[in-house]
Each structure stands twice: as structure tokens, then as C-alpha cells.
């Protein structure tokens, strides 16, 4: 068997396999895709059930008082007197006749006799003695699915009726249930049926013909829910050959119900999905000719490649050969390998690595160097120097190119803006999204300075047509600095620190924001705070409290917060290359897996006591640039083992 040969077969196997892989997946996630869309159907059927029984319980419990309020009503009960008692609640008769059309009224006495009911079967009680002790136990209404004398089910409430202070009798107001199954069926399009339980008699339905249809074919009533039900059609004047396609398919989804009286009873919903089902079918089977077909077709040429690939193959590998090596002689005598495929596979392995593996490092190192330039130069050139507050902030990057950013801006109103965010992954796509970001929050933020509403609007436009799926967690505060005033929005970030003259941390109210790029027309939530003089604000991002050991442990928000405590004094530049020197001396030999960003803000600092400077304390504070990476003390090392 020649070599194109067997590659030709191993194709066929290959493609098979795939093909077998790709049907089992696509009728697995078909399943799960129906049964998610039965259990969205069930519920919505459910939810209209129970929209339609409250409103009525609703409707009736609001009558209660045209009885309990009545006195001749009641009267007329103790005394045993019907005719009175029709007359004094003639307007609630009239009332259930031309506004709750289907209602009645049943009343009787305590010891289970009936009183009254104008019912059209008035033998078919609903107050039978269970439900006069319930209602009486209960002292009130008594409300949901009664099931009556008869069998049949009625949606009603009961309740005792009081002469002064005690109970001379109990009446209820009742649906018959057919009522509320036809209004349901009217808006949902469906057949509904009140059986009891699996498999039971029928108590109320809308469709006679499907009842008994469904009776007569026991696996419609008997069995796990919910499933299908094929109904093959019969044949008629406009049909007399009916075919497959005729078949009916009918969805069956069962809801249990509890009623007021422990009586369980099952509300089956039958649909006709006869044109979904023959329709997908259709699609999947028309989807599997064409896929097949494919295959087919994709190995003849496969085939047909190989034969006519296979003849000039040492041809090529000589030319080959001979660009690998420079050498532009086609002459040039080579040893032979062990097959075409082999000898090809080692030429191209030779070329790609002298040719394209040299001009493609040429290329990204070319391109690292601009994003480095470009991503250094649209960092903010210097810190302001304002006397109300003294601000500083760094960036490490893991790679040469990172996504998080820091920002800060003077708003045209006298206030003073600060982001800082962390863009989702790493590399050139998140340099890229976080150019996006800073430019569209800066510009927004000189038309739109409240933070939630630039979080808003920032948020729509960098989740339109956001087909790579990136987001970025955002903190934005404007600090007023004549009054320390901070308002402040977050968008899914960490929650900035707050550092008091005494050095007590605690974190900002987070603001209950999502990420910014992910869901558009979002609200975001805005929080107000006062800085009193001496007090620090220290924003970062999570590279810092997730930094890694060799022992595979987190630096953490309580290492963080400690060491914000014993440096809550330092000036913002000095705070910030104490923190990152921690950070580096936890770490310790592990490789930096994230990027990290610090800004640090001292509002009013003349008016603060300030410390004596200590060696850790005084490293080169106030002269680190922005997004430079500040040397560390020269005792890391004796510094690490004393702290961990």
C-alpha cells in the first residue's frame, strides 16, 4: 500500500470520527437546548396559572366584606331566614353575575347543614365539614383549589362568618375551574386538562376530542414529564393519503398543584409543535446530507491532490534544500530520507526555522518596542503639584505591554478626576482595548463629569461591537479639593483603600457596578465621601494583592492593609515604593503573573504630622516617573525574612 494511500484512509477515519463527534455533540446540546426551552414553557404556564387563580382569589377575597359587613346577611343566617338572606345580598349576587360571570355563593351553617347556594348543581358542596373545621381553625380566609363532594375542582375562597363576635356560619365564593383553564388556553394557545395525579381521571379540560384521544393512548398519561406524543392523522375528504408529515406531535408538560385542602391534583398542558418538530427535522436532516456530502467530495480531492502532489515531490525538496542552505543551484545533491512526506517535512522545518522564524522575531521585536514607546508616552508626563493634595502612581507590567492603566485629569469645573483600571488578560489586545478605555473615559469625563454617568456612557460605547469580548474594571473619583468632597463610581474593581492620620484602613463602599465592555445600557451607582485633612486614598489593582510566592501563597488584601498602617504617614511617592517593595520581597524568586498598578493620594499633607524618614521610607520619593520601575532597597533580602 502506497503512501497516498494510506494518508487517503486515514483521512476517511479522521473525517468519520469527526463526523460521528460532531453528531452525538450537536443532538446532546439539542437536548439540553429542548429541555432548557420545556422548562422555560413549563414555568411560563405556570406563572399565567398562577396570574389567573390570584387575580380571582383577589377578585372574591375584596367581597368578603359585602357579607361580614352586612348585618341583615347575618342575621338572616342566625335566624335561619334564606329569603332574607337573598334579599340583603342581592346586589353581591347581581354584582357576581355581570362582573365575575361563573361565580356562586355557598353559605352554611357550623354544623355542616347547607344554608345557601346559588349554585347550578347546588348538590356539588364545597363546604363540606373538612373545610368548615379548617376555616374556622384558621380564623380567617381559606384560599386556592378546592376540590367539591363531587369531584370536581372549583377555585374559591371560604371564610367564617361573624354575628358581634362569633361565628354563626361559613360561606365561600367559588370558580368553577373549566372557567379558568378556557382563559388560560386563550392566552397561552394551548390545551389544558386538571387530572388527579399521573395517570388519573379528568376533572376539567378544553379540548373534549385530545382528552379523549390522549385516554385512549395510556403512554400520553402514564410516564416521565414532559415528552411527545405522536398522533397519526386519520384520513379524510382533503387527505385521503395521509404521510408521515401529516403526524401530529403534540409537547405534553405536567404541573403539579397543591390545593387549600391537601388535595394534589396535575395540570397537564398539551401543545401542537407538529410544524417545529417536522421543520427541525427537516433542517437537521437536510444539515447532514450536506455535511456528508462534503466529506465526500472533500476526499476525492484529497485524493486526486495526492496523485498529482506526488509525482515532482523530490523536485521540490531539492529546490527547497537548496534555499535553505542559500544556495540557488538546483543541482545540488542531497541524501534522501525516509519517505517523501519526511524528507518534504524536514525541508520545510529547515526553511521555516533559517527564513521566517529569523524575519517573524525581527518583526514582534520591532512591534514591542513601538507598543512600549507608544503605551509609556500616553501615560500622564508628570504628577500635578497642587497644594490641597500631593498625588503619585506607578505601573509594572508582567509583559513588555500591559492593560492596566492609571489616569488623572482637572475637570472644567475645578474638580480633579482619577481612574485607574485593570483590563481583562494581557499582551498587545489588552494594550490596544486599554488605549481605547483611557481615551474614552478621559474625553467623556470633560463632557460628562459625574462618575456614574461617564461610567454609563463610557460603558455603551466600549461594549458596541465588542466581538472580542473584552472588559475592563474601573475606579473613577472626582475630588473636589477645596472641600475633600470625593464622589466616586467603580465598575467592577477593586475597592480603593481609605487611610486615616492614624493609620486605620478600610475600604470605599463598593457601588455595586459591573465591569465596563460587558452588558450596555447599565446604571451604575454613585457614593459621595469627605477626605479630611491628613487622609490617604490607595488605589491598586488586583496584581498587588494577588502576587504569588514560591510557596504558591497570595500577598492579600490583610498583608496590604497591614503595611498601609505602618506607612500610613509617607508621602504618596514613598508609600507607593514601600508597598512595591513588599510586593517584590514576598514574591521573592516567582515570576510576576500580573501587571500592578499603585496610586496613592494625600489629601491637605502640610496639614499632617509627618514622620521622621527612615531608610525604607525615603527611597527616592517624589522622583519616580510614571510607569518607571523604582529601585528596590539593597536589603531585600534581610527584609523578607524579617516580614515572612
Known sequence: MNLRTRITLIACLGCSLLAVGLVLEGLIRERSVEQRLQQSRQNSFRYAWNGIVNTEIQRLTLEISAINRNTAALNAVVRGDQEAFIEAVRPLLLRFQTGLTGTSVEVARLDGELFFSNAVEPQQRLLAPAVIEAVLRRGGALSGLFRRDAGDYVVATAFPLFSRVQPTGVAAFQIPVEQLLRRLASSTGAAFFLVEGIGGSLTAGTDGELWRFLSGNRQGLVGPFPRRVWQAPRASLD??????????????????????????????????????????????????????????????????????????????????????????????????????????????????????????????????????????????????????????????????????????????????????????????????????????????????????????????????????????TVFYGVLDPTTGVLSYANAGHNPPYRVSPDGHCETLPHTGGIALGVMPDFEFQQHALTLRPGERLVLYTDGVTEAINPDNEEFGVRRLEILLHRVHQLPPAALIQRVLADVVVFADSAPQADDITLLALAYRPEQSPQPAATDMDSVQAGSVQSGATAPLPTTVEQQRRERY
Not at 403539579?256 to 385542602?261: H, N, V
Not at 455535511?291 to 486526486?304: P, Q
Request: aromatic share 8%.
Open 239 to 472: 387527505n385521503p393519503y395521509p404521510g408521515l408529515l401529516d403526524t401530529r406531535v403534540l409537547s405534553l408538560l405536567a404541573l403539579p398543584l397543591d390545593g387549600a385542602m391537601d388535595s394534589p391534583s396535575l395540570l397537564l398542558a398539551v401543545e401542537d409543535v407538529s410544524a417545529a418538530f417536522w421543520r427541525d427535522g427537516l433542517a437537521s436532516a437536510l444539515g447532514f446530507g450536506i455535511a456528508g456530502l462534503s466529506v465526500s467530495l472533500f476526499l476525492a480531492l484529497l485524493y486526486w491532490y495526492l496523485r498529482r502532489a506526488f509525482g515532482p515531490l523530490n523536485a521540490v525538496i531539492q529546490v527547497l534544500n537548496n534555499l535553505a542552505a542559500g544556495d540557488t543551484r538546483a543541482s545540488v545533491a542531497l541524501p534522501p530520507g525516509p519517505d517523501e512526506i519526511g524528507r518534504l517535512a524536514s525541508t520545510v522545518e529547515r526553511f521555516r526555522q533559517a527564513q521566517e522564524a529569523h524575519n517573524q522575531l525581527l518583526v514582534i521585536r520591532q512591534e514591542l518596542e513601538v507598543a512600549t514607546r507608544i503605551q509609556s508616552a500616553i501615560r500622564p508626563a508628570e504628577f500635578p503639584r497642587r497644594a490641597e493634595f500631593s498625588l503619585h502612581a506607578e505601573i509594572h507590567t508582567a509583559r513588555e505591554v500591559g492593560g492596566d492603566f492609571f489616569d488623572y485629569f482637572d475637570l472644567p469645573d475645578g474638580r480633579f478626576g482619577i481612574v485607574v483600571a485593570d483590563v481583562s488578560g494581557k499582551g498587545f489586545g489588552a494594550a490596544l482595548f486599554m488605549a481605547v478605555a483611557r481615551t474614552v473615559i478621559r474625553t467623556t469625563a470633560l463632557i460628562l463629569p459625574a462618575p456614574r454617568d461617564c461610567l454609563a456612557r463610557t460603558n455603551d460605547f466600549l461594549s458596541l461591537d465588542n466581538q472580542a469580548a473584552m472588559f475592563v
